[in-house]
């Protein structure tokens, strides 16, 4: 018996994650990609084939968009359960998992019945695995379900799902307007700027700037949090940045609970003050 | 067109999750309850393409009997129908939950042009139920999509990866998954409220089959157990900031 | 020919009156309650004693001695009417009255010195309230007015000079002196016809002319008086969904066009002298905004008169004007034919936001929120009463038994931190004072009012609905608010929808504890300047209570605009969660409370407090901006806080 372990490509690090996290199975992994244009129903059909051709008690990848896709594909291709962005497995008859809800604000404990197991792994539960031995898997054409072209996202600007550090205005902001602050520390940082929902649901800043479980997942070095009070739902969108500062006047705001660093204050008056400090130590 | 938008009824769970004694449910004392910013996106596209193409659009749910409100919210934009699964408090599981919306699919007299659904429920986020229906009913399913359009007798999707966006054509009848993003969802006017509440719905009791991946407990996750370090406060704690970023050699 | 002149002058009037009553027959009705004596009252003190006109006392004056002139003069014109048509005829009894020959004289001269102060006014000082208003139709009028006065003299002093009067000249002293201007000859018995034609046919003119201006008000400005509010200036008028006697293709969501303006709304259009006080007092017009309330009121009316039954909106009023309001009512306070611009606003509001769906979108999370989590902020409802867990305050659950005193937080004191201040110090004197009170925690939703005075009045009602259950069942009586917004709502419109309560604000529950000895401030506070909310004071009268409190704990010094004529913070209308365009509002109020040299700015309003905060912070002020309830627990604790 195998575990098979689908990868994006060969150096995706969430796949080699996956890869690493296969190995409490305590079985040989086999890992595989598939190559030609993108095309989720019949990769996933691939992968469900391959399940007898190799023996796999297991398949799992990794808990990108893609992962989740294409073994949701495999899943239904074999009528089995399939559970998505797993942090932690038991094996066993049945195997038990520990997977995100709420975007990882909460995480549920559930049996997986049946077999073989399907599941894919949450980015950065684990190490990648250094040295993976990867197979082309061929998945038949299909003419329905198959990626045409890209097309470049437009707007300039640093990346915000990229970006390394990552200034946030909240409610707090205030207006449109106000991000002005957010966007003159962002430049001197060359940071991307985010915004909370609220902010995008008042029309002050495009979606794109969302960050959030329904926005855009964030795995900066820091975070920067003005005016943000620390909703599930935005932090959902920011568990991936390495470190968190948190801006807020109040300071019973929830989002402190989750911050390395606080500034209990007004952004209006604290962001300016960090960016003068700031161009200080530089001019200096 | 006949299209057929899915939606959940999920609380707003605010600062901090709660949950229930049996830490089988989060508490629900005092929260609202709404859709997922993903399925309100896709309930305004149901409407737009509606207005645009003319035909006719249903929203369904599979959810207790208080989910009636999340039915009604989504007719007061201007869905014509709904379709309520019923269920008690018991969780449903994403091939079950597929399964229930496959029989009341196969049910209706008019068949859909294109089932919508948001990309991922914002409770358990299973990122599946829409992928099984697809299987079942053997049409083609294109996720994640930012854009849609008819285009050449089929319609044409984006799919947002990093770095822009992926291409699909796909034939109707069709499965396709939103995010948030994809449009502006419009604000309900009373009127639309008001008819909303005489719109029909065909409520059915559905069973609920033995769950596959089944759900034991809850569990909040372990804080990291870092201690904040407070810098300052207002303006005067700036060199402090400015003293961190420059440690973690931002600055 | 006199008949002549009556009957096309008559025909005139009357065609356009009947006009303006079809126009009045089919509006919708406004419901007001009897309140005869009041409204007798306010006949007597605004009409009659032109009280709010006097608020201004040149211009107030000048109109007073019009007013006062054009009732006394009133049967002068049948007078001169008899006497042209037979010159030596009258009316009886009061023709030959030499005292009534007297008033006529010294009120004709009064309406003339009114006329000259009032184009003193328009030409020399030309105040900004006129910006916007026809001058021109003012003019004439002035020069019709004047005519017909100089024209009632002249002809009295023609006929003494021929010995025609039917009174003393004596009486007359102003006629008397005058008629040595004319010879008894042949020319001044020529001029004593044209006199009185001339007075005649000026007034019959005057009457055609009158419905077709703004001169109309003189006829419905004692009606609008009538149908004005006699309490509850704060409470809004509720609309109906659900009516079984009306289709719902027919139900009224506040005014999108020309039929939707209900009757009280109709008169207020035509009874607009475009006198632009309140333009002046608009908080929002003072701060370079579009909304000039005397111009929303002109153009409905230019669109009723049209008959243009297009949209109101931008087509009467622009979109901007609509949404710059801050509900403050300072216009209402100003205008004296007692004219209600919040209404029109808020209609107009109504059918923006519940049919079209239109309002400005950095409204969207508030509304969304108010209707999903029950507060504007969108926080979890749960965390309500998070603040009040380390002070060991009661929560009441369902079935527990009632307090004496619910204290209804409001969702700013229960969410915002500034505004949190004075929750945490008024729970603390109240607990010093030993009052039995509860607050009702996730059970309190908001209470709807940014929702109604965006216009959401659906979703206002659903929340009405639901709070109201919860006092009732809670077996509440009285209830104690810091918040004069959910004060003005609980006590003015929560009754509408069932509720009966005793509402006080905190202000007027903490003076009484002071007077009555359970609370001792140890006064030293320094200068302190006090801040009349709107909702508070001008909506609802509470000016005194505050005031004493000020005056325990420190050194009260007023702003100049204070009390009733408070000006706004800005924060009305739902603005807390609307953008400012121009220079805001609540800097200016800052600057306003500058001006007085205080130390502290004392407020007693959660709104004031965050925007007269921000204000300071935008401005070079050193004002401290302090709840009462904050400051009156630092001077009962003896804390010395210094800034927060």
Redesign the interface.
């Known amino acids: 018996m195998t575990a098979l372990v689908f990868l994006e490509s060969r150096d995706d690090e969430v796949s080699r994650q996956a890869v690493a996290f296969a190995s409490q199975l305590g079985e040989p992994v086999s890992a595989v990609s598939i190559g030609g244009a993108y095309a989720p129903r019949a990769w996933g059909q691939a992968l469900a084939a391959a399940v007898q051709e190799r023996e796999a008690s297991s398949i799992l990848g990794p808990g990108s968009e893609r992962g989740n896709e294409v073994l949701a594909h495999a899943a239904a291709a074999l009528d089995r359960p399939m559970a998505a962005n797993c942090v932690s497995l038991t094996p066993g008859q049945p195997a038990r998992v520990r997977r995100l809800r709420w975007g990882g604000s909460l995480l549920e404990e559930a049996v997986v019945h049946g077999a073989p197991l399907i599941l894919t792994v949450a980015p950065h539960v684990v190490e990648a695995a250094a040295e993976v031995e990867v197979t082309e898997l061929e998945a038949g054409a299909d003419a329905d379900v198959q990626v045409r072209e890209r097309v470049r996202a437009d707007g300039g600007g640093v990346s915000l799902a990229d970006a390394s550090v990552v200034v946030s205005g909240g409610r707090g902001v205030g207006s449109a307007e106000g991000f002005a602050v957010i966007e003159e520390l962002a430049e001197l940082l060359g940071a991307a700027v985010g915004c909370s929902r609220a902010v995008t649901m008042a029309g002050w800043r495009p979606h794109t700037d969302q960050v959030g479980q329904t926005g855009t997942k964030i795995a900066p070095d820091i975070y920067i949090a003005c005016g943000i009070s620390g909703a599930t739902q935005h932090m959902a969108g920011a568990k991936g940045a390495k470190k968190l500062l948190a801006i807020n006047p109040d300071a019973e705001a929830s989002i402190f609970t989750s911050a390395d660093y606080a500034v209990i204050g007004d952004l209006h008056e604290v962001v300016p003050a960090i960016s003068n400090e700031i161009r200080k130590t530089r001019g200096s | 067109m006949n299209i057929l938008v899915s939606v959940k009824r999920v609380p707003l769970t605010g600062g901090k999750i709660v949950l229930t004694d049996d830490e089988r449910a989060i508490s629900t004392r005092h929260l609202g309850f709404t859709i997922s910013p993903h399925e309100e996106c896709a309930a305004e596209e149901a409407v737009r393409l509606i207005e645009q193409h003319g035909g006719s659009s249903t929203v369904l749910t599979l959810g207790p009997p208080e989910a009636e409100e999340q039915l009604r919210d989504v007719m007061a934009i201007g869905v014509d129908r709904a379709i309520h699964l019923v269920t008690d408090d018991q969780e449903w599981d994403p091939q079950a939950t597929a399964g229930a919306i496959v029989d009341a699919v196969r049910a209706q007299e008019e068949p859909y042009d294109l089932l919508l659904f948001g990309n991922e429920s914002a409770d358990a986020g299973n990122y599946q139920v829409a992928i099984r229906v697809a299987h079942a009913l053997g049409l083609p399913c294109v996720t994640g999509v930012k854009a849609i359009a008819l285009a050449d007798g089929g319609l044409r999707c984006e799919q947002e990866v990093p770095g822009g966006r992926d291409v699909y054509v796909v034939p109707m009848p069709a499965v396709v998954t939103v995010k948030e993003g994809l449009n502006l969802p419009r604000y309900p006017s009373v009127p639309g409220r008001l008819r909303a509440k005489r719109k029909p719905v065909e409520a059915s009791n559905p069973t609920r089959p033995e769950p596959q991946l089944e759900m034991l407990r809850l569990v909040l996750p372990v804080g990291s157990g870092k201690q904040v370090q407070v810098l300052g406060q207002g303006p005067e704690a700036a060199p402090a900031v400015v003293a961190v970023l420059e440690e973690l050699g931002v600055i | 020919m006199l008949a002549g002149a009556i009957i096309v002058s008559g025909a005139l009037f009357a065609t356009r009156i009947a006009f303006l009553w079809t126009l009045i027959r089919a509006a919708p009705a406004v419901d007001r309650p009897r309140e005869i004596p009041r409204r007798l009252r306010n006949e007597a003190t605004i009409v009659l004693g032109q009280r709010k006109l006097l608020q201004r006392a040149a211009p107030g004056l000048a109109h007073a001695f019009i007013f006062w002139g054009f009732l006394v003069l009133l049967p002068s014109i049948l007078i001169a009417m008899i006497g042209a048509v037979d010159k030596h005829a009258t009316l009886p009894w009061l023709g030959h009255q030499g005292w009534y020959a007297l008033l006529q004289d010294i009120f004709a001269v009064l309406v003339l010195i009114g006329v000259v102060a009032a184009l003193w006014i328009r030409k020399v000082q030309r105040p900004e309230r006129f910006r916007g208003s026809h001058l021109g139709e003012a003019d004439l009028i002035l020069a019709l007015i004047a005519t017909v006065a100089a024209t009632l003299l002249l002809w009295h002093a023609t006929r003494i000079a021929l010995g025609l009067n039917e009174w003393p000249r004596a009486w007359a002293p102003v006629s008397n002196a005058l008629s040595h201007l004319f010879a008894r000859d042949a020319a001044t018995r020529i001029l004593e016809r044209v006199f009185v034609w001339a007075h005649v046919l000026t007034i019959l003119a005057f009457l055609a002319y009158l419905p077709r201006s703004k001169h109309l008000h003189i006829f419905t400005a004692a009606i609008n008086v009538w149908l004005g509010r006699t309490r509850s200036r704060g409470r809004l008028e509720p609309l109906h969904?659900e009516d079984p006697d009306v289709p719902?293709e027919d139900?009224r969501?506040g005014a999108g066009t020309i039929a939707d303006l209900n009757v009280k709304e109709l008169l207020d259009t035509f009874t607009c002298t475009e006198c632009g006080r309140c333009q002046d007092a608009c908080p929002a017009y003072a701060t370079g905004k579009v909304l000039s309330p005397k111009l929303v009121i002109m153009g409905l009316r230019d669109q009723v008169l049209a008959q243009d039954s297009g949209p109101l909106v931008p087509a009467a009023v622009p979109e901007e004007s609509v949404w710059d309001c801050v509900t403050c009512g300072a216009c209402v306070q100003a205008c004296p034919v007692s004219i209600e611009h919040i209404d029109h606003i808020v209609d107009l509001r109504r059918h923006l936001v519940?049919?079209?769906?239109s309002?400005p979108?950095?409204?969207?999370?508030m509304?969304?929120?108010i209707?999903?989590?029950?507060n504007p902020?969108?926080?979890?409802?749960?965390?309500?009463a998070?603040?009040a867990t380390p002070l060991g305050v009661r929560v009441l659950e369902p079935g527990d038994p009632a307090p004496e005193y619910i204290y209804w937080v409001g969702c700013a004191a229960s969410f915002?931190?500034?505004a949190q201040r004075s929750a945490v110090s008024l729970a603390k004197l109240l607990q010093a004072a030993e009052v039995d009170f509860a607050i009702l925690g996730?059970?309190e939703s908001c209470t709807g009012d940014p929702a109604r005075r965006i216009g959401n009045e659906?979703v206002f009602q659903a929340f009405a609905e639901q709070n109201v259950e919860v006092l009732t069942d809670a077996g509440v009586q009285k209830v104690v608010t810091a918040c004069p917004h959910c004060f003005n709502t609980l006590a003015n419109e929560y009754p509408d929808f069932g509720a009966h309560l005793d509402v006080v604000h905190h202000t007027e529950l903490l003076a009484e504890l002071v007077r009555e000895g359970r609370l001792a401030p140890q006064g030293a506070g320094g200068t302190i300047t006090y801040h009349d909310s709107c909702y508070l004071a001008r909506h609802n009268d509470v000016l005194e209570a505050p005031r004493e409190l000020v005056a325990a704990v420190g050194t009260p010094v007023e702003m100049e605009r204070s009390g009733r004529q408070t000006f706004c913070c800005g924060a009305g209308g739902a603005h807390m969660w609307m953008?400012?365009r121009a220079q805001p509002i609540n800097v200016e109020r800052v600057r306003q409370a500058g001006a007085t040299g205080a130390e502290t700015l004392a407020v007693a309003c959660p709104f004031c407090t965050v925007m007269l905060d921000d204000g300071v912070?935008d401005s070079d002020s050193a004002l401290r901006v302090a709840d009462v309830a904050t400051l009156l627990a630092e001077a009962v604790e003896g804390q010395t806080d210094g800034r927060p």
């Open positions: 969904f719902e139900l969501f519940m049919v079209d769906a309002f979108s950095e409204a969207e999370p509304l969304r929120d209707e999903r989590a029950s902020w969108g926080r979890a409802q749960s965390e309500r998070d603040w915002d931190e500034r996730p059970r659906y953008e400012e912070q």
